[in-house]
C-alpha cells in the first residue's frame, strides 16, 4: 500500500490546484487588446433605485433560502437594501454611501460573520455600480465585446458590454487570475433591472433576484 | 423648569404606553382569563382565514404588504399561502415543514432547523391557545373591550436574539386570532392580521399533506 500512497496524494493534491488554475484564467483575459472607450456609456446601465422590491433566492452550499429584498434610495443619496424572509423576519439591513462607505444596520447572529458580510458587500457594489471612477477604468476589447477594468482594493470589477455599449451583457468581479464573481442586470424598466443575478465562481452562492410590484 | 416637567411628563407617558398599551389595561383575573382562553382553544378544531401581513420598516419609511390564505387543523398544522405580491406556501405539520418558493421545494425537519421550529411553535401556540404556556417567553395581559393582547417577550436565548417581543390580539369574543404582531430587536416590525375567519369549518386533511 505504502508506495501508492504517496504519489496519489501528491496527485490528489495538486491535480485539483492545476486544473483550478488551468480553468480559472479567464481566456478572455489573456487575449484582451486595449481600446479607447468613454466608460461614461456605463452610466446608463446603473440601476436608479428609487424604491425596488425584489423576490429573492439564495443558494448556499446546498441550502436554500428565500425573502424579499428592498432596495431603497435615501434622500442623503445612500442606497439601503433589507433581506428579509416572506414572514417579515429580517435578515439584513445594509447601507451603501456613494463614496464607498457601507455600513450594516443589521444583521441575524447566523450571517454576522466578517466574511460572508464582506462577501455581501462586495456584490452589492458590484450592481450598484456607485464607484466608476473614469480616470482609474481601463477599457479592452475581445470577441465584440468590451471591458470596462475598475481597480478595486482587492482585484478588479469588470463591466462587460457589446461593442456598441447599448447592452450590458455582463458584470464580474475577479482576482488577477481569475474569476470570482460573475453577475447579470436584465430588462432594464425606467433604469430598474427587473432580474439580477449574482454568480460566485469559487464556490456555491447564488443569489437571484426578480422584481416585484410593492 | 417649566420644560424639565415637560419633558419628564413626556417621557413618564411614554413609559406609561409603552407598559400598557394605549386603550388597553392589564387583565386583572389572569387565570380567568387563561382558562377562558384554554376553553375556547378547547373547543376549536380549525380555522380558516385570510390574512394581510404588514412588515414596517421604520427607518426607511416603508411598508412591505402581502396577502395571503391560512388554515389550522388541530393538531399542530398550519397552511399559509401567500398569493400578492409573490407566491409563497409554507406546511407546518407537527415537526415537519415543507416550503415552496416559485418552483424550488423544500422540506425541513423543525427539529433540526431552529427557525422553523420556534415559527411553528409560535403559530401552533396563537391557535391552540396554548401561548400563555410557552416558556421560552414572559407574558402579560392586557385588554379592552373586545380584544386581549398577549405581550410574549422572548426568555428563551434563540428567540432573544429575533424578536424584541411579539403581541398577539385576540378577540374576547371566541378567543381567535385578530392579529399577531412581531417586534424585531431593529425597530421593525411585522403584523399579520386575519380576516374572514371560520372556526371549525370543514378543512381536508390533504391541505396540510407533506409528500
Not at chain 1, 483575459?29 to 486595449?34: A, E
Not at chain 1, 477594468?149 to 455582463?170: A, C, H, M, W
Amino acid at each position: 500500500m505504502r508506495p501508492f500512497r504517496t504519489p496519489y496524494l501528491i496527485l490528489s493534491s495538486c491535480l485539483p490546484i492545476a486544473i483550478g488554475i488551468l480553468l480559472s484564467c479567464s481566456p478572455s483575459y489573456k487575449q484582451m487588446q486595449s481600446a479607447a472607450a468613454d466608460a461614461d456609456v456605463l452610466q446608463k446601465f446603473k440601476p436608479n433605485f428609487t424604491v425596488a422590491l425584489y423576490n429573492t433566492t439564495v443558494d448556499v452550499m446546498g441550502n436554500h433560502l428565500s425573502g424579499l429584498l428592498l432596495i431603497k434610495k435615501m434622500p442623503d443619496s445612500s442606497t439601503r437594501m433589507v433581506f428579509s424572509n416572506e414572514m417579515g423576519f429580517g435578515f439584513f439591513d445594509f447601507e451603501f454611501k456613494p463614496d464607498g462607505e457601507f455600513k450594516v444596520y443589521s444583521i441575524m447572529k447566523k450571517l454576522n460573520k466578517k466574511s460572508v458580510i464582506k462577501t455581501l458587500q462586495h456584490d452589492f457594489e458590484l450592481i450598484l455600480m456607485n464607484n466608476l471612477d473614469n480616470s482609474k477604468a481601463v477599457v479592452k476589447t475581445n470577441e465584440g465585446l468590451t471591458y470596462f477594468i475598475f481597480p478595486q482594493t482587492k482585484g478588479y470589477n469588470y463591466y462587460i458590454t457589446n461593442q456598441s455599449g447599448d447592452e450590458l451583457v455582463r458584470m464580474e468581479r475577479a482576482s488577477n487570475k481569475k474569476i470570482i464573481v460573475e453577475s447579470v442586470m436584465k430588462k432594464y424598466q425606467n433604469g430598474v433591472p427587473d432580474s439580477i443575478g449574482i454568480s460566485h465562481k469559487t464556490f456555491e452562492f447564488n443569489i437571484g433576484l426578480k422584481r416585484i410590484e410593492k | 423648569m417649566r420644560k424639565t416637567i415637560l419633558l419628564l411628563l413626556v417621557l413618564v407617558s411614554g413609559f406609561i404606553v409603552k407598559g400598557q398599551y394605549a386603550g388597553y389595561t392589564a387583565v386583572a383575573d389572569l387565570p380567568k382569563f387563561k382558562a377562558s382562553f384554554a376553553a375556547a382553544a378547547q373547543k376549536t378544531n380549525s380555522i380558516k382565514a385570510d390574512f394581510i401581513q404588514d412588515k414596517n420598516l421604520s427607518m426607511l419609511s416603508e411598508k412591505i404588504t402581502s396577502k395571503g390564505n391560512f388554515w389550522f387543523k388541530k393538531d399542530s398544522r398550519v397552511r399559509m399561502e401567500y398569493n400578492q405580491p409573490f407566491k409563497y406556501l409554507m406546511i407546518l405539520n407537527k415537526d415537519k415543514a415543507y416550503v415552496k418558493d416559485g418552483a424550488k421545494e423544500s422540506k425541513v425537519s423543525t427539529k433540526s432547523n431552529k427557525m422553523f421550529q420556534q415559527i411553528n411553535k409560535i403559530m401552533i401556540d396563537c391557535m391552540q391557545g396554548t401561548t400563555l404556556d410557552n416558556t421560552d417567553f414572559k407574558t402579560r395581559v392586557f385588554e379592552n373591550k373586545t380584544n386581549a393582547l398577549v405581550e410574549l417577550t422572548p426568555v428563551a436565548k434563540g428567540m432573544k436574539e429575533m424578536f424584541k417581543s411579539i403581541n398577539v390580539i385576540v378577540d374576547k369574543k371566541d378567543f381567535s386570532v385578530v392579529s399577531i404582531q412581531m417586534q424585531e430587536l431593529s425597530g421593525d416590525n411585522t403584523i399579520m392580521r386575519f380576516t374572514n375567519k371560520e372556526i371549525n369549518a370543514a378543512i381536508p386533511d390533504t391541505l396540510f399533506d407533506i409528500k
